[in-house]
């Protein structure tokens, strides 16, 4: 099977070069399927009948006793891009800061070169270009109820990762992203005047007492072996200066590595904030907006992937690296099927700049790697 990496990278960077110019948001990417659709069928490659923007293909293998799905995200951010690059995003307040033009440039290149090797390619191969990945309710999430895993054997997908050095390639074999749940409390107690606080129940000192209880569950409840995490990242409460209000809010997030972990920081913040609020004399209220569980690889899988690229890339590239507490939406599909997300390392002077920041950029460099891995998950699955 001949990989012409120069060409297929090419062909790559120009694709993500025109999709960074013209991104879209979450399901609303409807252009962007549009290209995907006609590069497929340009192809003849096969595309099943799943609802746009979503582009799903299927390849048939000469063997086709299994199946693996490769997936790529297609949306974008609501971010105002800045910088000085010559394929900047033309859509104002819209812009890929995140990498996925990336991923669906190399997931093309990838479709180009199945098409030129389909008689000697062994197992199916399903290529899933998915809409809404940064958004709540999951893209993935969508697709997996409408069954696009139900004939799947295994699944593997890429993020190109600035926090790991260029060169690189990794994962871990095990939980490797955290979930991502927010919440929402809402404490009502009884307002007041600021000069006479002993004839109101105070739900901003309220407040102050939960915010401190709930560091308590990382540091006393959970075992310190299991990462975990509550962030409040806004108060709301009261108008004015000298008058104590009625309620308060407290918004934040959850991340947590496994299932366990999400559901005991959920009990106890429940627990604590009804304890509390009841101690003075208010009520307290726990909202939970449920987003993407964590990202667990299957070890089977990830230690595939590890042996491929310490075979075809020397075992200087490969990094068993952190997990991060960071969310990707992959985590639905591994809930589901065996396979391995996996980071391709950017960082360096062209991608100093983290993920979701106005300045973010690509390292174009590490195209022809992340190429040739997913060729090579192709060439060695059994």
């Given at each position: 099977?001949?990989?012409?990496?120069?060409?297929?990278?090419?062909?790559?960077?120009?694709?993500?070069?025109?999709?960074?110019?013209?991104?879209?948001?979450?399901?609303?990417?409807?252009?962007?399927?549009?290209?995907?659709?006609?590069?497929?069928?340009?192809?003849?490659?096969?595309?099943?009948?799943?609802?746009?923007?979503?582009?799903?293909?299927?390849?048939?293998?000469?063997?086709?006793?299994?199946?693996?799905?490769?997936?790529?995200?297609?949306?974008?951010?609501?971010?105002?891009?800045?910088?000085?690059?010559?394929?900047?995003?033309?859509?104002?307040?819209?812009?890929?800061?995140?990498?996925?033009?990336?991923?669906?440039?190399?997931?093309?290149?990838?479709?180009?070169?199945?098409?030129?090797?389909?008689?000697?390619?062994?197992?199916?191969?399903?290529?899933?270009?998915?809409?809404?990945?940064?958004?709540?309710?999951?893209?993935?999430?969508?697709?997996?109820?409408?069954?696009?895993?139900?004939?799947?054997?295994?699944?593997?997908?890429?993020?190109?990762?600035?926090?790991?050095?260029?060169?690189?390639?990794?994962?871990?074999?095990?939980?490797?992203?955290?979930?991502?749940?927010?919440?929402?409390?809402?404490?009502?107690?009884?307002?007041?005047?600021?000069?006479?606080?002993?004839?109101?129940?105070?739900?901003?000192?309220?407040?102050?007492?939960?915010?401190?209880?709930?560091?308590?569950?990382?540091?006393?409840?959970?075992?310190?072996?299991?990462?975990?995490?509550?962030?409040?990242?806004?108060?709301?409460?009261?108008?004015?200066?000298?008058?104590?209000?009625?309620?308060?809010?407290?918004?934040?997030?959850?991340?947590?590595?496994?299932?366990?972990t999400v559901a005991t920081i959920q009990t106890k913040m429940v627990s604590l904030t009804e304890g509390i609020c009841r101690s003075f004399g208010a009520?307290?209220?726990?909202?939970?907006?449920?987003?993407?569980?964590?990202?667990?690889?299957?070890?089977?899988?990830?230690?595939?992937?590890?042996?491929?690229?310490?075979?075809?890339?020397?075992?200087?590239?490969?990094?068993?690296?952190?997990?991060?507490?960071?969310?990707?939406?992959?985590?639905?599909?591994?809930?589901?099927?065996?396979?391995?997300?996996?980071?391709?390392?950017?960082?360096?002077?062209?991608?100093?700049?983290?993920?979701?920041?106005?300045?973010?950029?690509?390292?174009?460099?590490?195209?022809?790697?992340?190429?040739?891995?997913?060729?090579?998950?192709?060439?060695?699955?059994?």
């Amino acid at each position: 099977m001949e990989i012409n990496l120069q060409y297929l990278a090419k062909q790559a960077i120009e694709d993500r070069r025109y999709l960074h110019q013209y991104p879209e948001l979450s399901g609303q990417e409807f252009e962007t399927s549009q290209f995907i659709r006609k590069r497929l069928e340009d192809l003849q490659l096969e595309i099943l009948a799943y609802d746009s923007p979503n582009v799903i293909a299927m390849i048939q293998g000469t063997k086709g006793t299994k199946t693996i799905a490769l997936r790529a995200d297609i949306d974008a951010l609501p971010i105002v891009e800045e910088g000085d690059k010559p394929y900047i995003s033309q859509k104002p307040g819209v812009a890929h800061m995140c990498g996925h033009d990336g991923h669906t440039a190399i997931l093309l290149a990838v479709a180009e070169w199945i098409a030129m090797n389909k008689e000697e390619i062994e197992p199916n191969i399903m290529l899933i270009f998915q809409s809404a990945e940064e958004i709540t309710p999951s893209g993935a999430d969508f697709l997996i109820q409408n069954g696009v895993l139900e004939d799947v054997d295994a699944i593997f997908g890429i993020h190109l990762w600035q926090g790991l050095e260029k060169g690189k390639i990794g994962l871990t074999h095990g939980s490797m992203m955290a979930s991502v749940d927010d919440f929402e409390i809402e404490i009502q107690g009884h307002g007041g005047h600021g000069s006479m606080p002993h004839e109101t129940i105070d739900p901003i000192y309220i407040a102050s007492h939960l915010m401190q209880a709930f560091q308590s569950i990382i540091s006393r409840t959970i075992n310190p072996i299991d990462a975990g995490v509550i962030t409040v990242g806004n108060i709301q409460a009261g108008t004015t200066y000298n008058i104590i209000p009625d309620t308060a809010k407290l918004i934040g997030t959850i991340r947590a590595l496994t299932p366990e972990t999400v559901a005991t920081i959920q009990t106890k913040m429940v627990s604590l904030t009804e304890g509390i609020c009841r101690s003075f004399g208010a009520e307290g209220k726990v909202d939970f907006i449920i987003g993407t569980p964590p990202l667990i690889n299957d070890p089977r899988q990830s230690r595939f992937v590890e042996s491929i690229v310490c075979e075809e890339f020397g075992k200087d590239v490969f990094e068993l690296v952190d997990p991060v507490m960071g969310g990707e939406d992959f985590s639905y599909y591994l809930k589901h099927k065996p396979g391995a997300f996996i980071f391709v390392g950017i960082g360096g002077e062209k991608s100093q700049y983290p993920h979701h920041h106005p300045r973010f950029d690509l390292d174009e460099d590490v195209f022809p790697d992340a190429i040739k891995l997913f060729i090579d998950i192709i060439r060695k699955y059994k």
